[in-house]
T-cell receptor
């Protein structure tokens, strides 16, 4: 069965340090991969996506993600974390409208 | 554009009651979907629609009905609420084709007693 794994329930990072939120997927063919962010008591907001082309994808708020086909990963990264980046992050795989979501990773940025 | 709107924001129901969660979008998106969000489980797809008059079941459809009479509206009906349906419900929409980015509403928090 297809699945998306976010292996860390929570990631803690000091402000100013680089951050990584991990996501691995399992699908045959070419996956469409997304990252969304959810701030407290809000709906999800689109951050970035990989459809095809360059493996390094740049998105909103300084985030980027690297598509790695050999490792079936799509990790979210940011060079320098801000306290305002604290939120819940979801990885999503879209294959012919079969949407598969990761369980989410809570990112906490400490001042 | 208002984007995707949902009403109500919060609702308390008693077991066995029925209600309709409203969702509307003004972006002329053909695809719309309903999710529920539970702690530690991410988002689970309840029902989705690829256009007016067309709906299909997602991962967890039991206990929910939908209809899509217009492009703009996609209401979710709970026929007989159960405590297991206590959750946060999100509606989302997107264009068809390769532009797969979803736009989410602010959510409806439902408590079933």
């Amino acid at each position: 069965a297809q699945s998306v794994a976010q292996p860390e329930d929570q990631v803690n990072v000091a402000e100013g340090n680089p951050l990584t939120v991990k996501c691995t997927y399992s699908v045959s063919g070419n996956p469409y991969l997304f990252w969304y962010v959810q701030y407290p008591n809000r709906g999800l907001q689109f951050l970035l996506k990989y459809i095809t082309g360059d493996n390094l994808v740049k998105g909103s708020y300084g985030f980027e993600a690297e598509f790695n086909k050999s490792q079936t990963s799509f990790h979210l990264k940011k060079p320098s974390a801000l306290v305002s980046d604290s939120a819940l992050y979801f990885c999503d795989q879209d294959s012919n409208y079969q949407l598969i979501w990761g369980a989410g990773t809570k990112l906490i940025i400490k001042p | 554009n208002a984007g995707v709107t949902q009403t109500p924001k919060f609702q308390v129901l008693k077991t066995g009651q029925s209600m309709t969660l409203q969702c509307a979008q003004d972006m002329n998106h053909e695809y719309m979907s309903w999710y529920r969000q539970d702690p530690g489980m991410g988002l689970r797809l309840i029902h989705y629609s690829v256009g007016a008059g067309i709906t299909d079941q997602g991962e967890v459809p039991n206990g929910y009905n939908v209809s899509r009479s217009t492009t703009e509206d996609f209401p979710l009906r709970l026929l007989s609420a159960a405590p297991s349906q206590t959750s946060v419900y999100f509606c989302a929409s997107r264009r068809p084709g390769l532009e797969k980015t979803q736009y989410f509403g602010p959510g409806t928090r439902l408590l079933v007693l």
